[in-house]
């Protein structure tokens, strides 16, 4: 049975995946800032973390750092079958942090090139700041990065260097686009991720702001639902529960999960419990979507169910009575 749906007239389509709001704006910290770079390169020569046997090389300058030949990768382990783990332009490395052993306390770092003086191999690229990092950096921040996710970074705008024997493994920082609904992985509270980029000046370049408050989105703090009509997304804090307070519309399937899955809101943020953890900071959109192709396209593959993030399925078929809310911009139920 067909009623008149959200989704109706959607398409789904990666290029639509980056559809919502436009408004973006800087947040502007320099006045609190200490740390104004003098540099007006893009590059700093600072001392970076390093495995205590390395902190006897000294860091090249610019001038020096530019005539050294460019290589295309670099080797960082060997396995125990001789197969190479490389290192390359456009990876993440994970830096070792002297006295820190533990995955969330090593730096990252954005590898821009890979170039060698003599027997060393130095990586340039820009860092990732959590937001203990900005706060150490710098002052009264607290109020103003309380957005960040808890697996959040900010990059860097300038570059700086490091040597190959200090980066300990490749990682994964997603860059999220906030204000789709869609997007290319599912991010769980435990994705390390990037939205924001911290000019050197202190400035947050970019920022998005959403719902009728303009708010930047917490993913630990907000529960938000999205609007396809608007392409909006809203606090359920700040907009009115809707006098409908159910499904906009059904799509019946022979599968009750899935029929649970297209009648479910976008809904993204602070949800509680294990099966909301892999998806909810991105939010339900990428998969109502996926589910919604197969549905169109009359045909569900066999594991439809494990192309889905883990707990996903599960999370809309005990969710079928999540409270509906009215859009502020058109009234549609979301
Ligand atoms: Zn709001
Ligand atoms: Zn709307």
């Not at 090389?57 to 783990?85: H, I, N, Q, R, Y």
């Not at 830096?95 to 770092?109: C, P, Q, S």
């Not at 009264?140 to 300990?168: C, P, R």
């Not at 990428?286 to 993030?309: C, H, N, S, T």
Request: hydrophobic share 40%; net charge positive; glycine share 8%.
């Amino acid at each position: 049975m067909h009623a008149a749906g959200l989704l109706d007239g959607y398409k789904p389509d990666p290029l639509a995946a980056v559809g919502g709001i436009k408004a973006e704006r800087d947040l502007d910290i320099a006045p609190l800032c200490r740390a104004h770079s003098a540099n007006p390169t893009s590059f700093r020569t600072t001392t970076m973390p390093r495995k205590a046997a390395q902190n006897r090389v000294k860091e090249p300058s610019f001038a020096l750092w530019v005539k050294m030949p460019l290589l295309p990768d670099a080797v960082l382990k060997t396995d125990s079958d001789g197969k190479e783990l490389k290192l390359r332009p456009g990876d993440v490395a994970c830096v070792i942090h002297e006295g820190f052993k533990a995955d969330n306390l090593y730096w990252k770092m954005r590898v821009d090139e890979l170039r060698q003086d003599g027997r060393h191999v130095w990586v340039i690229g820009r860092w990732f700041n959590s937001s203990a990092d900005i706060a150490a950096t710098f002052e009264n921040t607290a109020d103003l990065v309380g957005f960040l996710g808890k697996t959040e970074l900010m990059i860097s705008e300038h570059q700086e260097s490091t040597l190959l024997g200090s980066v300990e493994d490749v990682c994964h920082v997603v860059k999220f686009r906030d204000t789709a609904f869609i997007t290319d992985k599912p991010l769980g509270y435990n994705t390390w991720c990037y939205r924001f980029k911290l000019m050197d000046n202190g400035r947050i370049a970019k920022l998005t702001s959403h719902c009728i408050c303009g708010e930047v989105y917490n993913p630990d703090k907000s529960v938000q639902r999205f609007c396809i009509t608007c392409g909006k997304w809203f606090d359920i804090y700040c907009i009115l529960l809707s006098a409908a307070n159910q499904s906009a519309f059904t799509l019946e399937t022979s599968s009750k999960t899935a029929t649970s899955i297209l009648g479910m809101p976008i809904v993204r943020g602070a949800l509680t419990g294990p099966l909301a953890s892999s998806w909810r900071v991105s939010g339900s959109g990428a998969m109502i979507v996926k589910v919604l192709g197969w549905y169109r396209a009359g045909a569900f593959p066999e594991d439809w169910k494990r192309q889905l993030p883990k707990g996903f399925a599960e999370y809309a078929s005990n969710n079928t009575a999540l409270p509906r809310y009215e859009c502020p911009g058109c009234s549609a139920v979301i």
